[in-house]
Each structure stands twice: as C-alpha cells, then as structure tokens.
C-alpha cells in the first residue's frame, strides 16, 4: 500500500491549487484521509480531513479557503486551495487510514508535494 500526492507548486499570493493523493495497493477500505503540512521550523499541523462518509473538519486558518474532497472509487483525496497566503507555503502531506489483508485501519502517509505562494 502506498499513498502518492500532487498538484504542489510555485503560486503567487491569491492563486489556488489542487493537490491530489492516491492510494494504491490491495485495499480492502479506507476509513479517514487528512492532508497535514509542515512549515520550515514548525510542527506538523492538520489542514484538514475528511471520513469516509463524508464529513469534514479543517484547521482554522483554512477554513473558507480549502475544500477537502474525496472519490471512494478511486482511492482518492484530493485538497483545493484557493485564496493562497504566502503563510501557506509547507510540504503537505496526505494520510489515509487502510484495512488490507495485513493490517486492520493502518495509517499511512504520502512522501509530500511542496507549496509555495509567493506575496
């Protein structure tokens, strides 16, 4: 099993993004998906996630900007951003919670894809 992103890249300051997470392997379901980022110096923060019904929480400083989504058919997450700030800027990073023949709701978590909006 294994988690891929894209979508990252260089923004200016008001542009938006889309950022996509796949997972792939023999995957019996996925529970909860999340996109988390990271900042140079700071903590890994959550962005936002979303379960496997449907419902979403996102992070304060995103919420009215971020959309998180989901397609159950193809094992994906997928994270629109609009209205990007320069404080935006991290790696993000996706994770899925997976049930496959080796594990019950594991996590897992994608290799990142770099933002960056400029001001």
């Known amino acids: 099993v294994q988690l891929v992103e894209s979508g990252g890249g260089l923004v200016q300051a008001g542009g938006s993004l889309r950022l996509s997470c796949a997972a792939s392997g023999s995957i019996f379901s996925i529970n909860a998906m999340a996109w988390y980022r990271q900042a140079p110096g700071k903590q890994r923060e959550l962005v936002a996630s979303i379960t496997s019904s449907g419902s979403t929480n996102y992070a304060d400083s995103v919420k009215g900007r971020f959309t998180i989504s989901r397609d159950n058919a193809k094992n994906t997450v997928y994270l629109q951003m609009n209205s990007l700030k320069p404080e935006d800027t991290a790696v993000y990073h996706c994770?899925?919670?997976?049930?496959?023949?080796?594990?019950?709701?594991?996590?897992?978590w994608g290799q990142g894809t770099q933002v960056t909006v400029s001001s």
């Open positions: 994770n899925a919670d997976i049930t496959h023949s080796g594990c019950y709701n594991c996590r897992y």
